[in-house]
């Protein structure tokens, strides 16, 4: 079993819909990010957070500490959100991050006009 | 502020050759990080250097594969002999040492023939 999972692997939404990508992983973590992966390789940082919630323009990140468990929220999606989202864990070590992550396989967006 | 650069962005290769690939970090990140990523997967941690210092290197590193950061700024990753399933995306990524987020650079696609 992986040590972050993702659901869905896939998600096809129509231009406007609310869209929830979910996040469980089952290791100690200092951190989660979720990180946005274009076709071609680049990938972006979106949040970085270790409790509660967070918002940048259209996007929300939360997560329940407890439960393991983080989501991604986009409101009013749009084509342009078309995109590979990842959820990645900063594991927790005695003394401290050691800063590398741990990735889920992410989750393939696409946003139809 | 340029960004985290990698070179080459692509390399083919036959198999059984050495390849080297190249990351700049941003100026003035002591953290950085080696993944790999084949496709369809999420990315998987190789490396970390904390300045100069290879601090950490993950079991998926053999023997064939070598990195280097020789003056805490530029890092190498250099692969010997390399096989079929060396092929993969390669990310190099930095963070300064006050955060866990990290700064990804575009990657350098390698494909071993």
């Known amino acids: 079993k992986n040590e972050v999972e993702q659901s869905p692997q896939n998600l096809t939404a129509q231009e406007g819909e609310f869209i929830t990508i979910n996040c469980s992983y089952s290791v100690g973590i200092s951190a989660l990010h979720w990180l946005q992966q274009h076709p071609g390789g680049g990938i972006v940082s979106l949040f970085m957070l270790s409790s509660g919630k967070k918002k940048h323009g259209r996007l929300i990140a939360t997560i329940n500490i407890q439960e393991k468990h983080s989501s991604l929220h986009i409101t009013a999606s749009h084509p342009r959100d078309s995109a590979v989202y990842i959820c990645?864990?900063?594991?927790?070590?005695?003394?401290?991050?050691?800063?590398?992550?741990?990735f889920g396989k992410g989750t393939k967006l696409s946003v139809k006009p | 502020d340029t960004g985290v650069s990698q070179d080459p962005r692509h390399k083919i290769t036959k198999r059984g050759q050495n390849v080297t690939f190249r990351c700049d970090p941003i100026?003035?990140?002591?953290?950085l990080y080696w993944y790999r990523q084949t496709l369809g997967q999420g990315p998987e941690f190789l490396t970390y250097f904390q300045n100069e210092a290879q601090l950490e290197k993950s079991r998926l590193l053999s023997d064939r594969f070598s990195a280097e950061r020789p003056k805490g700024s530029f890092s190498t990753l250099e692969i010997q002999r390399t096989e079929q399933g060396d092929s993969a995306m390669y990310l190099c990524?930095?963070?300064?040492?006050?955060?866990?987020?990290?700064?990804f650079g575009p990657g350098t696609r390698l494909t071993v023939l």
């Open positions: 990645a864990v900063s594991p927790y070590f005695y003394g401290g991050s050691q800063g590398n992550l741990i």
């Open positions: 100026s003035e990140h002591n953290r």
């Open positions: 990524a930095s963070s300064p040492s006050y955060t866990d987020t990290q700064y």
